[in-house]
């Protein structure tokens, strides 16, 4: 099981910046597969299926959206107790206006998409990013 809390997030005007944090805790047991954790930022604006904003795998491998390329950075740091994910958004435009949730899964799948929700088994309860024209 993993626990995963975010704190940041809030209003911005366009061209404003914002930081998104989550603490992933859990698999006290197997420190191995903490550290291995694939972890990802995602939003879902009202209306709008849920999208993959940026996700990051145990080998560091990065992948972001189109959308947010050469505005967002993700990284993580790891300790002995939790995974820290962080979200850097800059340039924000209105149309990054969302609800973002912090996603991770242990690495056991034979196969995944990085940006899919789908194969994501656990979520935070989500943080709201409002940016305003």
């Known amino acids: 099981q993993v626990r995963l809390v975010e704190f940041g997030g809030g209003s911005v005007q366009a061209g404003g910046s914002l930081r998104l944090s989550c603490v992933a805790t859990g698999y006290t047991t197997s420190r191995d597969i903490m550290g291995e954790l694939i972890m990802g930022w995602f939003r879902q604006a009202p209306g709008k299926e849920r999208e993959g904003v940026a996700a990051?795998?145990?080998?560091?491998?990065?992948?972001?959206a189109e959308s947010v390329k050469g505005r967002f950075t993700i990284s993580i740091s790891k300790d002995n107790a939790q995974n820290t994910l962080t979200l850097h958004l800059n340039s924000l435009k209105p149309e990054d206006t969302a609800m973002y949730y912090c996603?991770?899964?242990?690495?056991?799948?034979?196969?995944?998409?990085?940006?899919?929700?789908?194969?994501?088994?656990?979520w935070g309860q989500g943080t709201q990013v409002t940016v305003s024209s």
């Open positions: 996603a991770a899964d242990p690495p056991f799948r034979p196969q995944r998409t990085l940006l899919s929700p789908l194969d994501f088994a656990y």
């Open positions: 990051i795998d145990g080998d560091g491998n990065i992948n972001y």
